[in-house]
């Protein structure tokens, strides 16, 4: 069989980020400020499918530059320098709510104890703990606070009552953009002989994550927020020591070692992060990701950080200098990537869902939780897109 005279595409460095919008189509037709909601894809990562599908419609599954072996072994790679974890401690799902469920239904808890979540969490942080209600088993609520630091008292309250065995935890409020400070949060777990389980969807690639330093033993984050992957892909971690004598509820074909060979049937279960993945998985998924993952490792994946950080102060000053206000108020130290905007200094004008259809109208996608106006960008916002957002709002404040 010859090889493929395909190459996998590369994706410039770019040592400032002017005209990296170029990358992103949707931008030219709209201003994308939903990147903690769905992230719509780039031309990097139609270029790297179609080098795929060139490649297996000539070769099938020999594709010679995309055999699942490497794909795997670079997104594990990847997602392991964002992450500071080892590779084997990373898994390949569909999304949140799959791996928090296999997890959840996987491990056992004791009768009188309690799961403790935050306070008006995304469901898919909530759903998979519910069954453990008619075990015996407490679900709980942690108040989020007004601060990063309100949270930390209210949850140490919560933690010394002493019967809470998980806390299952999202360092970067959905609705709101507060980012909680997870040294302490894992500090905190281990004074008190607590779990600590994370929901990373609005964390991973967006805040730092260092598991070498927190003690974390499950994770479980959606690919297509702030890592600009595909919808329908998700990740978890298991550390290590959660991994001891570890074994999934569920059981499919790829649960054991040696899958491929089909007979006899066997018993040996892969490594615990390995066997999230059940059986064949859509692998035009994982090129996808591959792609997204790759971009942003050339671009560095704190540098992409600091970039989210750097547009959304923009955005914060500029929303700011028209009167709004918004929750990172509260904490303006933290550094945040959502901003949610909660009132506007003449309180008529603030009307979160008139807002969001006005910016629509003009091409502007933001989304409204909990009673804000919520924008996420990312890297591919310029200045020229916060001007139209600058101008679209004037337009409807000059109006209301």
């Known amino acids: 069989m010859s090889e493929s005279t395909s190459v996998i595409p590369t994706f410039p460095s770019f040592s400032n980020w002017n005209g990296i919008s170029e990358y992103f189509p949707v931008q030219k037709e709209s201003v994308w400020l939903n990147y903690c909601g769905t992230t719509p894809v780039s031309t990097y990562a139609i270029q790297m499918m179609n080098a795929y599908f060139q490649e297996y419609a000539k070769f099938g599954i020999f594709a010679p530059n ?42 056992q808890i004791p009768k009188g104890k309690r ?72 500090h905190l777990c281990e004074t008190y002989g607590t779990k600590l389980v994370i929901d990373g969807s609005q964390a991973v690639g967006h805040i730092p994550l260092d598991f070498s330093k927190l003690k974390v033993a499950f994770c479980a ?28 509820v569920f059981k499919g074909q790829a649960s054991v070692v040696n899958d491929s060979n ?14 999230f993945e059940q059986s064949t998985i859509n692998f035009n998924d994982w090129i996808y990701f591959y792609a ?33 206000t918004l929750e990172s108020d509260a904490f303006p130290q933290v550094k945040t990537g959502i901003l949610a905007i909660t009132g506007h200094k003449e309180p008529n004008k603030f009307q979160p869902e008139a807002i969001q259809a006005h910016l629509k109208q003009n091409g502007i996608i933001t989304a409204v939780r909990l009673g804000r106006l919520r924008m996420a960008p990312h890297i591919a916002i310029e200045d020229e897109h916060i001007e139209r957002l600058k101008v679209s709002l004037q337009r409807y404040l000059a109006n209301v």
């Not at 055999?67 to 392991?80: D, N, Q, R, V």
């Not at 309250?157 to 953009?177: A, F, M, N, R, Y």
């Not at 089909?262 to 390995?274: C, S, V």
Request: proline content about 4%; glycine content about 8%.
């Open 66 to 107: 995309f055999s699942e072996p490497f794909i795997k072994k670079e997104i594990k790679g990847y997602l392991s320098q964002i992450l500071h974890c080892d590779p084997s401690e990373i898994g390949i799902v569909h999304n949140t709510s799959e791996g928090m469920n296999f997890y959840s239904h996987s491990i």
């Open 115 to 186: 799961i403790l979540v935050l306070e008006n969490e995304y469901p898919s942080n909530v759903y998979p703990w519910e069954h453990w209600q008619n075990k015996g088993v407490g679900l709980g609520f942690v108040k989020v606070g007004n601060t990063p630091d309100a949270f930390l008292e209210n949850l140490k309250q919560e933690l010394s009552k002493g019967d809470v065995s998980i806390l299952s935890l999202s360092p970067v409020h959905w609705c709101t953009g507060v980012v909680f400070d997870m040294e302490a949060v894992s």
């Open 221 to 248: 984050f959606a690919a297509w927020k702030w890592l600009l992957g595909p919808l329908g892909l998700g990740v978890i971690y298991i550390s290590k020591e959660e991994s001891k004598g570890f074994q999934l």
């Open 262 to 275: 089909y007979f006899p049937y066997r018993d040996q279960w892969k490594h615990a992060a390995d066997q």
């Open 292 to 324: 997204s993952l790759k971009m942003l490792a050339t671009l560095g994946f704190s540098r992409v950080q600091d970039r989210i950080y750097e547009v959304a102060g923009k955005i914060n000053d500029m929303v700011h200098a028209l009167g709004f």
